[in-house]
């Protein structure tokens, strides 16, 4: 069409232009349609009471995809654009592409790609309060079950047309038949009354649409009825990332540009663009223009204007405001940008701690081979040597949890020394944390309130606290991991005083006129000197950057570990050494020259190396640099600074701004120092987060943050810190792979999902996600230890008929364990396919005030009312196909949950439905219900569950009998169900209802 051949000439060579005709549009005609049919296998018969086989929109996203990926050979996607029915299979692709069920080769949408909607619907968008009531969702299904109708029939009215027109077998007759349908189609609002605004275009596109009906009216009837919205999910838009969404509406659809308007009232990022003087028909009616604005947005161009503007407003995209304006293209084509709203600040928030607890974890740690239990050689000095008195078989420490009085705000923290890193012992760790504990709970403590801007600012706040605190128990300071430890707990408890997540708050306050953090943070691969296999084989994780732990054994043993490592590293993957001081000045420059020996390019893939020489006599930090400096002139491989940055700290006396200067002035004529290597752990998080703006802003080297072989609450903290810092580097050529691969060491974690679900095939953490999960984080949501041990099988018993539950409870109470089901009268693809429409969970289950798709749909967002009491997680999903469809969750935030439900097909028209789930009840539930634990158990299998899936049965049935056309089944089904919830919702707002208190007269 005219907008490809315009795009087709605006964009370089470098693009390639998709063009496909969805079934029953445009493009195709009879021997053609029936091919494109056949190669999207849209007519296919399928299984399933309600899946006649014709098109539906996730079908046809699906078959988009999978030919787009073998017919065409496709990767990834840059853009996808969508005309009307068109944005939603897109929208939908990029559904299908998040969930985890899809093969890798599906996967072609990601986060990067743009999503170019073109008058189309991005589906239910929540109300002006940013949620979803119950009300909203309930009137949205009654509109769902209307339009049903109206597709249904109007798909119907298709049929009779095309039937009536094969009768007389006249084209003059099919002609105006079809005509007279059309007149009234294009007569709707959304068209701008384009038959007396521009006649021409209004008859060009009527003559063309009558020829296109009379071909495949029975097509496009298959089309309307299988595609229409009600039968789709109405939350693909939460798939996406508005940033990287257009939408263009004529200015004249008024429908559609009111759509947009919502939408970029609550994502301000999205962009949308209205074009002057065109309705629905803006392909036809202004092709120019639509060409223009993709291929601006695609390449950036054009709209600079916009996007300084936006900076210069402010840096949120959060807010909500009362009123926002689409931008409008004009005749010139010219983008106008039209009320950016403004974002809002962090706000201000303060709050006393009011007790500390701590919990001890134990984690097996293994070797890089898997062969033996522990890793040798993982300190600094001679517990660097890989000797068997040097194995850590396992990885201690405590969870800690600093909470308010009310338990509104807590933050969490790790501290768990190593030995041959840090200098104390576990047991003066835990002497230490409990004067501190004693300290905070104790009522005559004089401790501050945690201003949490202050904090967050990471200049001196911090640090300030922790000394007020230290001066209380009379120390001279905290023991290195202890105050590490107390600093993450301060820092996620500041973050909560301001109500955002620890990533955004630190990033805002640290840095308010900065770039935003990095939300995709790369990760190095680990090598230890006990092994010669690297792990990321094992895992298939393919980390851009490897490093290799080397010294303490020959320099040719150093040199072949070092190449057999780049013989698995991925193309262009490069490398690091470390020798831990492990080498004279002339075994280091032995080392290089081996290097060169073995390959010529091996040198040229070697990042640096940490600290090379060993410990210069009567060190200062100018003597060490100069032997390095000395070393790098002559080998031409540059180095990173580690121990000396940790020893010079210990040795120096006065505030970082002292001691910023006296670093700036000694390392800021280093030619070969490539990097400063921060552990957080050691340091301290504030110390190592100015330390990495120092090597940023001033001395223009990388900064690489590293871990102490810490568990998934150690790394996060350390990956929050990369992600702000990173964001302040003014070169790509002074960032770096961060040293926080070691999670792959530790057989299991503490986080539940563990910090490793967050990291990609290529080595990289998704610390946005990271972050978000980590929000409002307690020890509750902890699982300290090396495992959790499996409940106790429960006994099964028979309630209500059908319906079998059984279920076991932990000896706090607290960990509620069930298996329940129910037999469905449909197949379990009907099933499977109606449950993991997540959004829809609050149709079957009225204690749901909202379930949404967030994080371009790998997470969901939950939210739960129980008598008055709401809480809410999110979790991470898994579509499973065996050994019986179904779907997995574990929740990774909130509410501590996990668990599988699964559809055992009976018969090709029945299956049952199968849940076994995990709860750990929140301590503010059991205080609701005394005697708590038996009640619970009793509450959550026989009332919540059976309720779920008996309304999750009867719900289907109402949707499957309105889908067969059968209207007074439907109607009389969801009555029944909407009684059914409201009795439900009785009970459940009644505190005293059914538990046994209520008391009667005598």
């Not at 597709?151 to 007389?168: I, M, P």
């Not at 500390?356 to 033996?372: C, W």
């Amino acid at each position: 069409d005219d907008v490809g051949v315009q795009l087709a000439d605006s964009l370089s060579g470098e693009w390639n232009i998709v063009a496909i005709d969805l079934p029953g549009h445009m493009g195709t005609m009879s021997s053609e349609l029936d091919a494109a049919a056949t190669a999207l296998r849209l007519n296919e018969k399928q299984k399933g009471a309600t899946d006649l086989g014709g098109p539906s929109i996730d079908r046809t996203a699906n078959r988009v995809l999978k030919s787009l990926a073998s017919t065409y050979g496709l990767s990834s996607i840059d853009a996808v654009v969508g005309y009307s029915l068109g944005g939603r299979v897109a929208l939908a692709m990029a559904r299908l592409s998040a969930m985890h069920s899809m093969s890798m080769d599906d996967k072609l949408v990601t986060e990067d790609t743009r999503i170019i909607l073109l008058g189309s619907d991005p589906g239910l968008l929540p109300g002006s309060d940013g949620r979803f009531s119950s009300e909203v969702l309930r009137q949205s299904s009654m509109v769902n079950r209307e339009r049903l109708l109206k597709d249904t029939a109007l798909a119907e009215t298709l049929r009779k047309l095309k039937h009536h027109a094969n009768l007389f077998n006249s084209n003059h007759h099919s002609k105006a038949l079809w005509s007279d349908f059309l007149s009234k189609w294009y007569g709707a609002g959304i068209w701008g009354d384009l038959r007396t605004r521009n006649p021409q275009v209004y008859k060009d596109m009527v003559a063309r649409r009558a020829l296109s009906l009379d071909k495949r009216g029975n097509l496009l009837a298959d089309v309307l009825e299988g595609c229409s919205p009600a039968r789709s999910t109405n939350f693909d838009w939460q798939s996406v990332n508005p940033g990287k969404v257009l939408m263009l509406t004529g200015e004249l659809d008024e429908k559609y540009c009111k759509i947009g308007t919502s939408w970029k009232r609550m994502s301000p990022e999205l962009k949308h663009i209205a074009i002057s003087g065109t309705g629905h028909a803006l392909l036809i009616e202004a092709p120019n223009q639509v060409a223009r604005a993709i291929s601006a947005f695609v390449l950036d161009v054009g709209i600079e204007q916009e996007a300084t503007q936006r900076t210069i407003t402010d840096e949120s995209a959060h807010t909500r405001p009362d009123s926002v304006t689409y931008d409008k293209l004009d005749e010139d084509n010219a983008v106008v940008s039209v009320n950016f709203p403004k974002f809002s600040e962090i706000p201000s928030g303060a709050a006393k701690p009011f007790s500390l607890e701590y919990e001890s974890f134990a984690l097996p740690m293994n070797s890089g081979d898997r062969k033996q239990q522990g890793v040798l050689g993982i300190g600094w000095g001679l517990k660097a040597k890989a000797s068997e008195d040097t194995r850590v078989k396992q990885r201690v420490g405590f969870i800690l949890q600093l909470q308010s009085e009310d338990g509104s705000i807590v933050g969490i923290g790790e501290v768990s020394p190593l030995n041959g890193l840090h200098p104390e012992s576990l047991e003066e760790v835990d002497k230490q944390l409990d004067l501190v504990s004693n300290l905070i709970s104790s009522p005559d403590s004089q401790i501050g309130t945690v201003n949490g801007e202050s904090i967050l600012k990471m200049q001196g706040g911090l640090s300030q606290y922790l000394q007020s605190l230290a001066r209380e128990l009379d120390l001279v300071d905290f023991l290195p991991s202890v105050k590490a430890g107390l600093e993450m707990c301060l820092l996620s408890f500041a973050a909560q005083t301001v109500r955002k997540p620890l990533l955004q708050s630190l990033a805002f306050c640290s840095n308010p006129n900065g770039d935003a953090p990095v939300s995709v943070l790369p990760l190095n691969g680990l090598i230890t000197r006990s092994s010669q296999v690297s792990r990321e084989s094992e895992n298939e994780v393919s980390y851009s950057s490897t490093k290799v732990k080397v010294g303490y054994q020959s320099i040719q043993e150093d040199a072949m570990a070092m190449s057999n490592a780049l013989q698995r590293s991925p193309e262009r993957g490069m490398l690091r050494a470390d020798p831990n001081r492990g080498w004279t000045e002339s075994e280091a420059t032995e080392f290089a020259t081996a290097l060169k020996g073995i390959d010529t390019n091996l040198v040229e893939r070697i990042e640096f190396v940490e600290e090379p020489i060993e410990k210069v006599e009567n060190w200062s930090l100018e003597k060490q640099a100069s032997v390095l400096e000395r070393w790098y002139e002559h080998t031409g491989i540059k180095y990173a600074l580690d121990e000396s940055i940790a020893e010079f700290l210990d040795d120096f006396e006065g505030d970082f701004g002292e001691l910023r200067a006296e670093l700036s002035s000694i390392l800021s004529n280093l030619n070969g120092c490539a990097a400063l290597i921060l552990k957080p752990s050691l340091l301290g998080l504030e110390t190592s987060f100015n330390l990495a703006r120092l090597a940023h802003e001033e001395l223009r080297i990388g900064a690489v943050f590293s871990s102490s072989f810490d568990s998934g609450v150690g790394l996060a903290y350390a990956s929050f810190l990369a992600s702000v810092a990173d964001s302040l580097a003014t070169s790509s050529q002074d960032l770096f792979p961060h040293g926080l691969g070691t999670f792959s060491m530790l057989d299991g974690d503490v986080l539940s999902p563990q910090f490793a679900s967050y990291v990609n095939e290529q080595g990289q953490l998704n610390t946005a996600s990271l972050s978000r999960a980590f929000f409002g984080l307690g020890l509750d949501e902890i699982k300290p230890g090396s495992s959790v041990p499996p409940p106790r099988e429960p006994e099964e018993s028979d309630v209500g008929g059908e319906y079998k539950a059984s279920a076991a409870t932990s000896s706090s109470g607290r960990e509620i364990s069930v298996v329940v089901s129910l037999p469905l009268p449909f197949s379990d693809d009907v099933a499977c396919s109606r449950f993991t429409d997540l959004p829809q969970a609050s149709r079957w289950s009225p204690w749901l005030s909202s379930v949404a798709y967030v994080d371009a749909g790998r997470e969901s967002e939950w939210t739960l009312n129980v008598r008055g009491v709401k809480f809410s997680w999110r979790a991470m999903s898994t579509i499973i196909q065996n050994p019986y469809r179904g779907i997995e969750w574990e929740s990774i935030s909130g509410l501590k949950n996990v668990g599988v439900v699964e559809f055992i097909p009976t018969d090709e028209n029945s299956c049952l439905m199968k849940v076994r789930m995990t709860i750990m009840a929140p301590r503010i539930l059991v205080a609701l219900f005394p005697g708590a634990s038996v009640f619970l158990e009793d509450y959550f299998q026989n009332k919540l569950l059976k309720w779920s899936l008996e309304m999750f049965r009867d719900v289907v049935k109402a949707d499957l009998a309105l889908e067969r056309g059968d209207v007074e089944l439907g109607d009389a089904l969801f009555g029944a169900v909407e009684g059914r919830a409201n009795a439900i919702e009785a009970t459940l707002s009644n505190p005293l209802s059914e538990t046994g208190n209520t008391k009667k007269d005598p």
